[in-house]
């Protein structure tokens, strides 16, 4: 039972040895992460002061130059004399002139090309309306032209239905006088019995046939001028 108290005891004591070197192990591992973290924090502040410091010494470099740019301006604006006053106004003068020519330059080549443009507008218009008008010239004479080819039309349609109307009169009239011959030809040669006179009359009546055939060809031509002449006319 002492043996086993004994062993009990180390048993705790090596516990309480192993607890209290982890103990000690976890608060130097705490101090050292303390340590790096005070470090770390105290890097950072003093790389921002040297910061602060650098940003603060290139500003006083920057005014120290502008108060010297500015002393020298002054010195040698006071050390500027009348002539050289003269001498740059005049300059200045001289430069303004050379502006203002330069502008007058450029506004009366402005004004020439608006009226170069204004020059090739109004051309472009009036070739236009040249155009326009030999469209409309064009176009009154082909209708004039149409109106007289339809008034010669209509003339010689008028002078075919005359002459058809007067070939007819005189065919009617031609025939009326065959007609009264064959009449009395015939009267006499049934009255005498004269064989020759049968003949002439058969010769003659022929002879009508062949002409009323030769009349009807010339009269049906008429009628087909006449009809062209109304259907152009129609056109």
Known sequence: ALMKQKRLQEEQVEEQVKQQAEAERAERKRKEEAQRKAEAEAERARAELEERARLRIEQAKRDEENRRRQQVKAQQEREETEAE????????????????????????????????????????????????????????????????????????????????????????????????????????GAHHQDPELKVELDRREADRHMKRLEMDARLKELQDQREEAQARIGR
């Not at 472009?124 to 149409?146: D, H, I, N, P, T």
């Open 85 to 188: 006053k003269a001498q740059r106004k005049q300059e200045e003068r001289e430069q303004r002139a050379k502006e203002q020519r330069v502008m007058q330059a450029r506004l009366a080549e402005e004004q020439q090309e608006k009226q170069q443009r204004q020059k090739e507008a109004e051309a472009q218009m009036l070739k236009e309306r040249k155009q326009k008008a030999l469209k409309a010239l064009e176009a009154r004479k082909a209708l004039e032209r149409g109106i007289e080819e339809d008034i010669k039309a209509e003339a010689h349609a008028e002078e075919q239905r005359q002459l058809q109307v007067e070939f007819e009169w005189e065919e009617d009239r031609h025939r009326k006088k065959e007609d009264a011959e064959d009449r009395a030809l015939r009267q006499a």
